[in-house]
């Protein structure tokens, strides 16, 4: 027999074919089984508030320094090479004392000087005076005529004139001479020197600074925005800086009309009421200005947020257990706490713990949450 030329064609069982379909449905089945749906974020712990308003008192505190309400710059009235300088900054002058010295060469030069032209305006009087006389006699008499006879008499109102000026000259001179001792105008406190000996001064050169004894001012440099707030700077509360136990009260006696271009800043000063002997010169002192009670809500540094570039704070809604960010108006900044004009109202829930890490939404929990 001759081999059949038609190859044979094996046929696989379709249940072999299904049962390779459901391995790997079952395969796909369970991979999904494998990755189950991730849990729910865990709620953040926080620490809130509840923010209520409060009576509070708003008060400004600043540092200046004890001043003389009076002071001066002491200088000598004409120029010369200082010879001794009689005290230092610190020291407690009275008045009249000499301060310091000039050399007096030129002014004794200028004093005999003058005192020989008024010996010369008196012997030229003299002898005017007796031009005069003689002319006079003559006048009467009949034995001299009226030209010269006024010619006498002009001669001798000259005379005298010469004379009077010459006299003044001498006391200009004995007035330059007094210059040349610089003496204090009152009794006071020497806080700056600006010569030293042997220095040529000019006239009217500033010597000395004098304070002088009596009234004395605390003296502020101030921002212009502490007069617009509720505070009322017509008493002023005065503390010694190194002994705070040192107090007295101030009122505001002068207020600059213009800001400082440098530090922005206005000067006030504040009329010290009995200051006790500890108030030197010099003092460092602080002064506090309290305003005027008002309700307002206070919130901690920690909960101060921002939104975008403005301030902001975490709210927590009470249903929900949410928190949002929240827009304030911030009325002042204090030491611990932060005033807020608006945006928050009485009795809302406040985060002042643990905000730094939350997102708009969030879930939250808190001490005493009952949820």
Request: hydrophobic fraction near 45%; aromatic fraction near 4%; glycine fraction near 8%.
């Amino acid at each position: 027999m001759k081999p059949s030329l038609n190859p044979v064609r094996t046929k696989r069982p379709r249940n072999a074919l299904g049962g390779i379909a459901a391995l790997l449905a079952a395969a796909a089945l369970g991979g999904c089984n494998d990755h189950t749906a991730a849990p729910a974020a865990r709620a953040a712990f926080v620490r809130t508030e509840v923010v209520q308003p409060r009576d509070r008192q708003a008060s400004v505190t600043l540092t200046g320094e004890v001043q003389a309400r009076f002071s001066a710059n002491l200088s000598f009235r004409v120029a010369g090479r200082v010879i001794a300088r009689k005290v230092e900054v610190g020291d407690h002058v009275n008045a009249g004392d000499v301060l310091a010295l000039l050399d007096p060469a030129e002014q004794l030069a200028d004093l005999d000087a003058g005192t020989a032209a008024v010996a010369s305006a008196e012997a030229q009087l003299r002898v005017a005076q007796a031009t005069y006389d003689r002319q006079k006699s003559l006048m009467t008499s009949g034995f001299t005529t009226r030209s010269v006879y006024d010619q006498a008499q002009e001669g001798l109102r000259t005379a005298e004139g010469a004379l009077e000026a010459a006299r003044a000259q001498l006391g200009t001179a004995k007035d330059a001479l007094g210059y040349t001792k610089l003496r204090a105008e009152a009794a006071g406190v020497i806080t700056a020197r600006n010569v030293e000996a042997g220095q040529v001064v000019q006239a009217a050169q500033s010597v000395f600074t004098l304070a002088q004894d009596g009234e004395r001012d605390a003296v502020f440099y101030v921002y212009e925005s502490i007069f617009f707030g509720n505070t009322d700077p017509g008493r002023v509360s005065l503390m010694l800086v190194s002994d705070p136990r040192m107090t007295a009260i101030g009122r505001v006696r002068e207020v600059s009309p213009v800001v400082d271009p440098k530090s922005s800043t206005i000067r006030v000063k504040v009329a010290i009421e009995n200051p006790p002997p500890a108030m030197t010169l010099g003092s460092a002192v602080s002064g506090t200005v309290k305003g005027k009670e008002q309700e307002q809500i206070a919130v901690p540094w920690g909960a101060l947020m921002a939104a975008g570039n403005k301030p902001a704070v975490w709210t927590v809604d009470p249903a929900t257990r949410t928190v949002s960010l929240t827009p304030i108006t911030v009325s002042a900044y204090e030491a611990r706490e932060v005033l807020v004009k608006a945006g928050l109202q009485p009795g809302e829930r406040v985060v002042i713990d643990g905000g730094k890490l939350l997102s708009i939404g969030q879930h939250v929990t808190f001490e005493g949450d009952r949820s």
